[in-house]
Antibody, heavy 117, light 112 residues
Framework: VQLVQSGAEVKKPGESLQISCEGS????????IAWVRQTPGKGLEWMGI????????TYSPSFQGQVTISADKSISTAYLQWSSLKASDTGMYYC???????????WGQGTDVTVSS | DIVMTQSPLSLPVTPGEPASISCRSS???????????LDWYLQKPGQSPQLLIY???NRASGVPDRFSGSGSGTDFTLTISRVEAEDVGVFYC?????????FGQGTKLDIK
C-alpha cells in the first residue's frame, strides 16, 4: 500500500499549480484522502479531504477558497490545485490515507513547493 | 477548532531509558462510541510522518511494543518504555474527532 506524489515544484507568485498523489495496492475509491501542509512556522496543518468514490470534499476553513482538491478514481489519483500561488503557499505537502479509526495510516513522500519571485 | 497542546517540546533521552510525551486537547476527544479520537505520529529526520497509535491506545501495524498510548477525554500520553536510537525525531498528536483536524506542535526527541 502506498501513495506516490509528484515531484518538487518551484513557481512564481500568481502562477497556477497542480500536484498529484497516486494510490496503489489498495481500493482507492474506498478510503478518504487528505492533504496536509507542513511549514516551519505553522507545523502540520490539515487542508481538506476527499472521498474518491464520489468526490465528496471537505475543506479546512483556513484553506477554503485557496485550493481545490479533486480525484480521478479511474487512475487512482488525487490532486491539490492552486489557481494563483502566493509566497505563503511555500511548504511541504503530504497526501495521506484516512484509515482505521480515522487515523492517517499511509503517507505520501511529500511534494516540496517553493513560491518565490 | 480543537487546540492540541504537547509537552515537553524538547525531550533529550538516554538510550534504554523511558520517555513520555503529554498531549492535551481543548475539548474532549471521547466519542459516544467509547473511542478517543487521538492519534500519535513520529516524523523521523528527512521522512514523512508515520502512524504509531490510533484511537488513543491502539498500536498501528508494525509499531514496536515499546510504544504505548494512554489517556481519555482531554489528556493523553505517549510512552516509550525503552528509548532506542532509531526513535529520534518529532512526535505529533492529532485529534481525529472533528474537522478541521488539528495537530499538536510537536515534541522533538533526541539522544543524550
Amino acid at each position: 500500500v502506498q501513495l506516490v506524489q509528484s515531484g518538487a515544484e518551484v513557481k512564481k507568485p500568481g502562477e497556477s499549480l497542480q500536484i498529484s498523489c497516486e494510490g496503489s495496492a489498495y481500493s482507492f475509491i474506498s478510503y478518504w484522502i487528505a492533504w496536509v501542509r507542513q511549514t516551519p512556522g505553522k507545523g502540520l496543518e490539515w487542508m481538506g479531504i476527499i472521498y474518491p468514490g464520489d468526490s465528496h470534499t471537505t475543506y479546512s476553513p483556513s484553506f477554503q477558497g485557496q485550493v481545490t482538491i479533486s480525484a480521478d478514481k479511474s487512475i487512482s489519483t488525487a490532486y491539490l490545485q492552486w489557481s494563483s500561488l502566493k509566497a505563503s503557499d511555500t511548504g511541504m505537502y503530504y497526501c495521506v490515507r484516512r484509515g482505521l479509526g480515522d487515523a492517517f495510516d499511509v503517507w505520501g513522500q511529500g511534494t516540496d513547493v517553493t513560491v518565490s519571485s | 477548532d480543537i487546540v492540541m497542546t504537547q509537552s515537553p517540546l524538547s525531550l533529550p533521552v538516554t538510550p534504554g531509558e523511558p520517555a513520555s510525551i503529554s498531549c492535551r486537547s481543548s475539548q474532549s476527544l471521547l466519542y459516544s462510541n467509547g473511542n478517543n479520537y487521538l492519534d500519535w505520529y513520529l516524523q523521523k529526520p528527512g521522512q514523512s510522518p508515520q502512524l504509531l497509535i490510533y484511537l488513543g491506545s491502539n498500536r498501528a501495524s508494525g509499531v514496536p511494543d515499546r510504544f504505548s498510548g494512554s489517556g481519555s477525554g482531554t489528556d493523553f500520553t505517549l510512552t516509550i518504555s525503552r528509548v532506542e536510537a532509531e526513535d529520534v525525531g518529532v512526535f505529533y498528536c492529532r485529534q481525529a474527532l472533528q474537522t478541521p483536524y488539528t495537530f499538536g506542535q510537536g515534541t522533538k526527541l533526541d539522544i543524550k
